[in-house]
């Protein structure tokens, strides 16, 4: 039996269009359109790819609600082969320990069909930007975590080995580990490809799965929605608008070297201190 990969996506406001409450500081969601997570689809394809190279069944799981179906069916659309949403209302409200575990679950059940030999999710959300949902489910599920991954070096699933590249402070590292492994992929690692004609009436056609609690697997239910979420937002703000405008400094004709002299010259003015510290 060939290999299985299950990727993590969710849908989310496209943040180019969110706007903040003047009054309540709370996200307006209204009216803007809802798109798949962007380092989803990184993770996605990557996982197509090892389906190219090994033949592998790729599964996509979302947990939200009823709507998020739109975006599973972009995920097949691309080449995915199952599509699994887990929706209900205990899960209302939940922060990224209890989406971890809601969503842990749901792969630990896909797996009594077909053991999971990778688990792909993208370095983090749009919306949440906390990258703490992959190393979660990583650690409910006893898989080896690859986090910040810019490039898969190599998978041999004969050996049950995955070799990649990880970004991390003052270079990359080279990493090998054993199979089964949860991976989150970086920004830049490829380019999602275009979803060509067979798939996207696959996708038309598609039946996508939609598991409650129970279907999911999910016995504690104090541990999803806001009885399982012991983080709270105090508030949401927009940065304030940046008050200086750009100055424009005019150097045509002029030698490099006084460029950066008028240049320094403007900055040491508004900074002095900036001046002490470049020459004690």
């Not at 970086?186 to 799965?209: K, P, Q, S, Y």
Request: aromatic letters at 4%; glycine letters at 8%.
């Amino acid at each position: 039996m060939g290999m299985h990969i299950v990727v993590c996506i969710k849908q989310v406001p496209d943040s180019s269009q969110i706007r903040v409450h003047p009054v309540t500081n709370t996200i307006m969601r209204q009216g803007v359109p809802a798109v798949v997570n962007p380092f989803d689809l990184i993770s996605l394809e990557e996982a197509l790819r090892v389906k190219d190279a090994f033949g592998a069944r790729v599964t996509v799981l979302s947990m939200g609600p009823k709507m998020a179906v739109d975006a599973l069916r972009k995920c097949v659309s691309y080449g995915a082969d199952d599509a699994i949403l887990i929706t209900d209302r205990v899960f209302a409200g939940s922060d990224t320990l209890a989406t971890s575990y809601a969503l842990s679950s749901a792969i630990r059940t896909i797996g009594r069909q077909q053991p999971v030999d990778m688990v792909f999710c993208g370095k983090q959300t749009i919306d949440g930007d906390t990258a703490q949902v992959g190393p979660g489910i990583a650690r409910r599920l006893g898989l080896q975590q690859l986090t910040y991954v810019s490039r898969i070096e190599q998978v041999d699933p004969q050996a049950r080995e995955i070799v990649v590249h990880r970004r991390a402070e003052g270079g990359v590292q080279v990493m090998k580990t054993r199979l089964p492994c949860l991976v989150t992929m970086m920004e830049g690692a490829n380019t999602i490809r275009f979803a060509d004609m067979d798939n996207m009436f696959r996708a038309a056609r598609c039946e996508v799965l939609e598991w409650d609690h129970k279907a999911a697997g999910i016995e504690e239910l104090t541990r999803c929605g806001l009885k399982g979420s012991p983080t709270v937002v105090k508030k949401v703000f927009a940065p304030p608008p940046r008050a200086n405008k750009a100055e424009v400094l005019d150097a045509a004709g002029k030698p490099p070297r006084e460029v950066v002299d008028a240049l320094l010259g403007k900055l040491f003015a508004k900074r002095p201190d900036l001046e002490q510290e470049m020459h004690p």
